[in-house]
């Protein structure tokens, strides 16, 4: 037998424990072409919140009550007849939020054994902050660069990433100030605008005198606008994410703006929406990347983690009233 993390009711406002049911069914035998997978480690994301709505206007089907919830995970292959997969192989697929996932052999991408001394590594959200600052917003050296949601599992890798196309300067936004103190601290932010303590855009303006060359926005809404209004000419603009929309509480969403379009115009600013779905050739990239920065020191994996599968709800629930700095991690 082994557990699973059902969806129990759809949400009417914020995450909570009695939105998920923990239940024990038999482990699954695999056929032929499929391989069985005892899971070390998952993932949680503030989509998986967007995705327990019924309609969502996310690119992915939403959870369905009484099923398992999914997501990234990676654990060691039990047993794969008929393919090339072999028993204690490290692979990465999405059938998170149970101990043990069966799925087709083209759904399980082995871990290039070595690559990475950390499994939980594998499950970092950095193909995604590398094509945000590569693709999206095209950091260039000696450009400022702001990153909303600076703290978040994207945002605390863009801002290292960035460091490393060149940015002279990179300015980073949160909700408290012991997380915009810790990406000063720890994360080679030089600045840090905090939600709350102020008009964003006054905030941003004395972070960024002379202008915002480059963004790597995850949230939206306010964020974003004063992003737009400290933009300098020729500035590119990353849409990576909307946490705004996507944590928004009783259907009220506040990551939409009005756009200055004649502003935009005759500053000749570029905003590009970017999902990763697009970019998928970026992962075994990143891959390399991580793990020669984990190496050398030159990137580091900020995350929280926590231990059994019954606290994957709990994770869920801290990571949206944003309690933790990085990737949340469930070890199983």
Same mark, same amino acid.
């Given at each position: 037998?082994?557990?699973?993390?059902?969806?129990?009711?759809?949400?009417?406002?914020?995450?909570?424990?009695?939105?998920? &049911?923990?239940?024990?069914?038999?482990?699954?035998?695999?056929?032929?072409?499929?391989?069985?997978?005892?899971?070390?480690?998952?993932?949680?994301?503030?989509?998986?919140?967007?995705?327990?709505?019924?309609?969502?206007?996310?690119?992915?089907?939403?959870?369905?009550?009484?099923? $398992?919830?999914?997501?990234?995970?990676?654990?060691?292959?039990?047993?794969? $007849?008929?393919?090339?997969?072999?028993?204690?192989?490290?692979?990465?697929?999405?059938? !998170?939020?149970?101990?043990?996932?069966?799925?087709?052999?083209?759904?399980?991408?082995?871990?290039?054994?070595?690559?990475?001394?950390?499994?939980?590594?594998?499950?970092?959200?950095?193909?995604?902050?590398?094509?945000?600052?590569?693709?999206?917003?095209?950091?260039?050296?000696?450009?400022?660069?702001?990153?909303?949601?600076?703290?978040?599992?994207?945002?605390?890798?863009?801002?290292?990433?960035?460091?490393?196309?060149?940015?002279?300067? +990179?300015?980073?936004?949160?909700?408290?100030?012991?997380?915009?103190?810790?990406?000063?601290?720890?994360?080679?932010?030089?600045?840090?605008?905090?939600?709350?303590?102020?008009?964003?855009? &006054?905030?941003?303006?004395?972070?960024?005198?002379?202008?915002?060359?480059?963004?790597?926005?995850? +949230?939206?809404?306010?964020?974003?606008?004063?992003?737009?209004?400290?933009?300098?000419?020729?500035?590119?603009?990353?849409?990576?994410?909307?946490?705004?929309?996507?944590?928004?509480?009783?259907?009220?969403?506040?990551?939409?703006?009005?756009?200055?379009?004649?502003?935009?115009?005759?500053?000749?600013?570029?905003?590009?929406?970017?999902?990763?779905?697009?970019?998928?050739?970026?992962?075994?990239?990143?891959?390399?990347?991580?793990?020669?920065?984990?190496?050398? !020191?030159?990137?580091?994996?900020?995350?929280?983690?926590?231990?059994?599968?019954?606290?994957?709800?709990?994770?869920?629930?801290?990571?949206?009233?944003?309690?933790?700095? !990085?990737?949340?991690?469930? &070890?199983?």
């Amino acid at each position: 037998m082994h557990r699973e993390v059902r969806l129990a009711a759809r949400p009417k406002g914020p995450v909570a424990d009695e939105l998920f &049911e923990i239940v024990e069914v038999p482990v699954p035998e695999p056929g032929p072409g499929q391989v069985l997978v005892r899971n070390t480690h998952m993932a949680v994301a503030a989509v998986m919140r967007t995705l327990m709505d019924e309609i969502t206007d996310v690119p992915m089907p939403p959870f369905e009550i009484g099923a $398992p919830l999914n997501g990234p995970a990676v654990g060691a292959v039990v047993a794969a $007849p008929g393919t090339d997969l072999a028993p204690g192989d490290l692979v990465e697929h999405r059938l !998170g939020w149970r101990e043990y996932a069966l799925l087709d052999a083209d759904a399980a991408h082995r871990v290039e054994p070595g690559l990475r001394s950390d499994p939980a590594a594998c499950l970092s959200q950095g193909p995604t902050a590398l094509m945000g600052i590569e693709r999206g917003a095209e950091v260039r050296p000696g450009d400022t660069v702001f990153v909303t949601g600076a703290a978040g599992g994207v945002g605390s890798l863009a801002g290292q990433i960035a460091r490393q196309f060149g940015a002279t300067r +990179v300015i980073g936004s949160t909700g408290s100030r012991q997380k915009a103190d810790r990406l000063m601290g720890e994360l080679g932010y030089d600045a840090v605008v905090i939600r709350g303590a102020g008009p964003i855009e &006054e905030q941003l303006r004395r972070a960024a005198p002379e202008g915002i060359d480059a963004v790597f926005d995850n +949230v939206g809404g306010e964020q974003l606008a004063a992003a737009l209004a400290v933009a300098n000419r020729g500035a590119r603009v990353a849409i990576v994410g909307a946490l705004a929309g996507q944590l928004s509480v009783n259907g009220t969403s506040t990551s939409r703006i009005e756009l200055d379009t004649l502003s935009l115009l005759s500053r000749s600013i570029t905003l590009r929406g970017i999902a990763l779905y697009d970019h998928l050739d970026l992962v075994p990239q990143w891959n390399r990347r991580f793990a020669e920065g984990l190496r050398t !020191g030159t990137l580091t994996f900020p995350h929280s983690r926590l231990r059994g599968i019954d606290q994957a709800p709990r994770a869920l629930r801290e990571l949206t009233e944003g309690r933790h700095l !990085g990737a949340v991690i469930v &070890e199983l």
